[in-house]
């Protein structure tokens, strides 16, 4: 499910933009300040930024600079002001998808949004700069890192590396062990197909809270194995990978800050 941000300064606007979103298979969260806006970023993956450019005394145009210079992010800009065309042409320049006016009819809103995903691109070279997401884990495969929500670091040998990378890309698809064996990338004399087994075990005892009994990577007898998580991926290297990693709070409206 698709998580977007709502900044906005008016309560009203952030519940109706985030009920409206509800109803249309969207998960959102709604902060009011560029200090709220950082922490979720921070903390877990965010598909799209809605930014009202007027938030008090703080600086729209310098809080979407700062998102466009931190972060590969869509961002739609939403304004109740009378933005001359020389500000709205600034936000363009400075990285924003879109920019609607307010007052918006939430059809037409939630048209420009999914537009915004779709013009999404990814740049050559981003696929080494995937962030998977998945169960309090997070895997930064331009850094090669692994890291716990609870426990941090954990380190992989390339093997063990490369084979959850494969399960990851194919999140509760059966994949044989002449497909892992393939994308583990195993060489020399370890090439057989028990050394699948090896390496699930390995990543087992690093992942699954009880190796014994995982929850995780599930043996499908007679066939193979399969990663049984929910899977986000991000593109970008400027995901945070602090203490806080990805946590799926569930589908709906939230607002924990207000």
Known sequence: MKHILVVDKDAAIRHLIVEYLSLHAFRSTAVSNSRQLNRVLACEPVD??????????ED???ILRDLTTKWAIPIIV????????????VALELGATDFVPKPF????????IR????????????KDRRSF??????????????????????????G??????????????????????????????EVYDRSVDVLVLRLRRKLEADPANPCLIITARGAGYKFEADVEIHYGDNRSLNSNL?????????????
């Open 48 to 57: 799209l930024v809605v930014l009202d450019l007027n938030l008090g005394r």
């Open 105 to 112: 009819g939430m059809p037409e809103f939630l048209a420009r």
């Open 60 to 62: 729209g145009l310098e």
């Open 160 to 189: 063990e590396f490369n084979l959850l990378v494969a399960f990851l890309e194919h999140p509760r698809d059966v994949l044989t062990r002449e497909q892992l064996l393939s994308a583990s990338r195993v060489r020399g004399e």
């Open 246 to 258: 990805y946590e799926d709070r569930g589908r709906g409206s939230q607002d924990p800050f207000v």
């Open 78 to 89: 939403i304004s109740g002001d009378r933005l001359e065309e020389a500000e709205k042409v």
């Open 133 to 158: 997401y998945f169960s309090g884990w997070s895997l930064n495969l331009r850094q090669r890192r692994l890291m716990s929500r609870k426990s941090g670091e954990v380190k992989l040998t390339s």
């Open 115 to 126: 537009a915004a995903m779709r013009r999404r691109t990814i740049s050559p070279g981003a």
